[in-house]
């Protein structure tokens, strides 16, 4: 399942992502994000993918990742943790973009708090996976792959 | 990504899938349902897994075939459809099984009409594919392989 | 106001119309769902229609049901019944068949209790009759007639 | 299908109705309002019906009409337009006549903007008609020659 | 209980008003509205007031006799009737005229339909009498002489 | 405007009323309840009214005065203060007395904050007066003693 | 309390309760759906009832089921499982008997997910009873044969 | 049906229980308060328990009568009445005991005023049977002394 | 800034403009309505804009003076005044015409009531300007002015 | 931080907190409501403060003992329990009163169930402190102690 | 229309607003944000303004913009986007300042999705302008221009 | 009240709080946040607590400082501001640190705008102080001193 010529995807985590691995483990696991980071690095490489791979807990930061995911970028993994629930702008950047987007939550949020059930990003991304934990961003590799290579390569 | 040993999955799919490829096919897709059934028992093969395949558009019936998966599969991969909105029993089939079940969705549901936001089963499956066509399926399979399969296999 | 040549049109009923005639007679009125089967295969004789008349309680084989319409018939005359309010199934069955499709009630569901306020199928449907009673048949094999013929007929 | 005696009916049109065939012809088509009397009354006249046709883009005005409705017709066909969504005045005056009343509109509502599902008139008239476009009117007006004539006439 | 000197007062009355006596007699009473009227201005020479009673079924004549009242009267007693639970026309009418405004109802709407309880005068007026029928314009109009008598009088 | 024989009327008043004259006088006026009492003691006997004029903050309290008045008033003026908004159980004490029951405010509460417009006992009353201050007490007194007389006496 | 002469009761049960005893037994308990009606055939035998004892998955199945135990049954005792928060179906099924319909729950639904708050049952039936486990069905039966025996029997 | 050796069970009803039989006996029935008492005390001995009846109008004397029951007996029967739909206080109360506690009505709340379908006890309280009138009060004490006893007993 | 050539401009105004000056002159300011029309005429002159002013209380007034700018008129400047907050036939009219409608506040609607947040204009209208006092009519004239403009002119 | 002379404050508790210590100690901790009143008195003291401690179930006492407070004390802390989400008397009171209320909760409202989010005192008290246990009665004796000292002193 | 003499004003933009050209041009136009900058300098100039123009992605920094155009300018331009319908934070900064502030929209957001309807702004702002793309900008300066002149000058 | 040994406390302001004292000072007092900075380490001196005291207006800024915070400190004092009512991210930071955090606000947000009304810490957080002003911080640093602190120490 190779994409036959390499291509740019950024995978880009919201607020407190940062921090996985340390909080509420039991929740998330005991995976670091410099883990999933290392991680990740392999799996693109396994599918011929350059991945830029990165994360910030503001709101107006990673609206402007989305932006260079968007100028340079063939598709985009977005785990936008909080902002999800809340960020108009972010849903702006994501739907200013012309490039696959795939949204990715570790847990699956709609188990969880009722505030967490309003998603600003759901009906303008592409694609979406969910409750898989660090296995999902394989998946979302794999996934967006498919997606950028043409059924014939 | 293989499973060592043979283990049972079941993908069940609810109302007007059989119809699939003929109903809204600009929105659906051209694939027939006969053909997602025929793509998943090679991608099981592949994998190593044993599959039961069924589609009903009965909520009762939907219900029994849960009931059935959680009798004797290691794992469902579930796209309820129209079910998954309105649905009590068959969110109560889901939470009766002890089993992982993956929700799947052909198509973004968000992105679509507002009562399709609604969704009964989403707190209650391990995890969600949504979006990504009839290779979510493959994606599903690969998914609920990793959970089944110790990590050291 | 004839068709010109032969076309089928389906009449389908949806839960507790088998009953119709006992339940609630003052609401509903005396007349039986055999009886009201027989009417209709009498005016659509009179408008060169071939009927198929059916009813069912199941939400499932009312889905079955309109996929065959939409398979073999020119036209859809369908009272769901309580499906009307609750079920998401039944409206993607309409939306998923190419035929006009006419939403019958023989009460005014309006004047009734809050919750048949919510009704799932009005806005896909093409036109809607309520509250004539038996009459109400009549009216829409002679709508659904008209929309069938070309206007120079 | 004769009503054996000359009875009056009254067919009232609310706001911008006679702008039709004007505005909106892809929603409302071509006819104008005045070839829609025109239609009517030839089609009363066959049903052996008196036709009062009138139409106002005043909500007391309407009022006062379906006052008037109330006082000499037998039967009313009110298409209240925009009014249906939001006069309790006109609720009001339809409910103060003991005459049947048949809603009519010529698309149906409810595939349109969510704030047309309100509707103030429903739950208080006779019985209603929408989506059959102009042949709309033909049906109201064979709908209420029945509920004026005995079964055995 | 005399004013001491003639002041004038309005009392008006809002759509379907001028039906009563013939309109829902149950729930209204059978006096009709000139008889109201002639009740009316019998009370108000007894109380040395000059009456101004009038109707009008159309929202844009009420907000034009508010007008007129705030410009020549002391007071003004107010049955808008349905324009009471719709109208922000007639709102900002009577927020306009800086003279006692009491809101009278025959009934009591409170007892009837839930879209009545929805009311855009109660906090704009003055003070409120509902469900004494004819006898509250008497009550009205002796509240409003005693508003306007100073105390010493 | 006599009644020709002396009845029995009740006036309550609910929770914080004792306070009356201290609590706020910008909105509720210097008149203290004691005040209020004798005014109203006064204005009963010029209408051969026999009066029982009481108060409470308890909500249990209030409705077994409810009781008493139903068993031996021939109506009931109440000024539910507080309860208005919140008691089931007062509204449940009006609900099962079978004499008239005024409700009677001294300011508007709709004019107040938004909670305020919740109102258990506005459909059970008979009759309501709001804002006129103590003279609502008199015009209550009116009001009930025309309804407790026939209208020949 | 015998009801002198021998009765047909139905009990009925709705979706997922023949998994009953496997299905979450912390919160439904060990007892098997085939030992409940083993239970109940006792209890009915004890009390001089004839008993029939069903259970579907199935809403249509369920209606018909409803309909059988009007034409022949003095009484029924419905478990409608799911189908008590979704159902308008069940719901007609039941207001078109004219026996007696005890809704029976073996937990308290309050007590769990919001979504069970919702009931489409709770206001047609005659009487309900929950919370009392397996222990209900005999309290039901018991109930309904007080209600079938006259108090002198 | 005995529970071996005598334990205490209370039965507490809330405002306007007291008036049972003289308000809105078409709802509630003719049998009074004392003669439930009577009943009950009568049940009671038959099935070995020591009764403790009473009542009051009071929200805070329930309140305080749940606590002496919390302390003193072995189960109880609360009929909160208005409470049930209002009150907190009441609710904290029966969190607050560690003794079961089943809910009670005569008639079945949901099939009345929407306000009586928010309820503040249903999801803390063990059981409820409602509809049954004063026969319930039967099926509950034996419910309870079900409860009670070892199944061995 | 000027057009070229002569074009139409209307000017409408909603119920209670007319008393502008007179009615709460410490939110709309001093100038009357008389004023305004006066100034918009000079405005339009230094434009090159042919003006028609007009104002109504009456929506179906309003509703034919909106079809009449459609049938003449280059644009139009709509100050619906309450109807913004009520009327769908005012909509529907704004709707029908195909010219530019800029819609006018004088104040800024929503920093007052809750009510005035509902606007059923704002969707259907091509831009607006709110706050800005008289000096909106002036801006309002500019903007409409540049639109109807070709840019090279 | 002494207050210089000797002010009154006292302490308000509403339903249920008598059975501190006992009640769901898990939340609300082992102390009783008798100690947490000796230490109190002690805490006063040390402030120089002479404290009125007390405790009610019923609303209307509660009603009662805040005007007592508003007669005679300097300051109010008041834990009014389960009235603080449903009772407008309550918060009737605080308003009537001129000293400034301490509104304090043992556990956080906030983090239990959803009702207890509704808090009709929060607005119209002049600060809060939840969350801290016992241990609040000192702070908020603090804070008032501040607030009523002049900051020279 | 020159204001006598140079005042500083500030035109902030909010999030993604940088991309304007490219974002959706069919929707916001091909205006790149350089060259909306370089407009409103040239216009700014000719009304004798100093203007100061910035943009943001982040919610903290336009914060901090407000702040500073608070301190310095005399008046502000601002188009918040996505920030306008979420953050309290924009909101209380707008609040702070004690300058005129104009609110402008490049497009017309109620025209849009229905989450754009909430506004956190406009009843904080001092007037507001929508819809007339960059030309709206110049309006702005224009209205903002005549709010700073003395109406003499 | 010492702590016994040097404990590290960190206190975080959010947006605009670095404006406190020249924003809204008749809300927010006359006191800057410098000034509350120095009062903050004089009374954390005393109690033998280092203080480290920060602001930001930006939400991921926030975010992180909350984790460092969740890193060193043994207790940490929020004044989130505005994104108290807006920010999933802020709250899912408090959510994530293992120390106790103490919710304050100078002025009582309840007792201002609505939207205030939604808060997403309050269920998060140890416990809260509200509306002391700058006093609450001493009481708030108190307060968590005693947490910190072995009662008998």
Same mark, same amino acid.
């Given at each position: ?28 696991? *005991? ?21 830029? *791979? ?60 009722? *505030? ?15 409750? *898989? ?21």
């Amino acid at each position: 399942m190779s994409t036959g010529k390499t291509q740019i995807v950024h995978i880009l985590g919201g607020p407190n992502l940062g921090r996985l691995g340390s909080r509420k483990p039991e929740i998330y696991g *005991f995976t670091t994000w410099a883990e999933v980071s290392e991680l990740c690095q392999g799996w693109a490489a396994d599918l011929d993918l350059e991945l830029v *791979f990165d994360q910030t807990d503001g709101e107006g930061e990673l609206v402007r990742m989305i932006h260079r995911a968007g100028d340079g970028a063939a598709g985009l993994i977005l785990n936008a943790a909080a902002y999800t629930h809340t960020s108009v702008a972010v849903r702006d950047a994501v739907e200013a973009v012309s490039i696959p987007v795939i949204e990715l939550h570790l847990t699956n949020p709609d188990a969880r708090e009722p *505030f967490r059930r309003q998603n600003l990003l759901a009906d303008v991304v592409t694609a979406g996976i969910r409750g *898989f934990g660090v296995q999902g961003y394989l998946m979302a590799l794999e996934g967006l792959a498919s997606m950028l290579t043409p059924a014939e390569d």
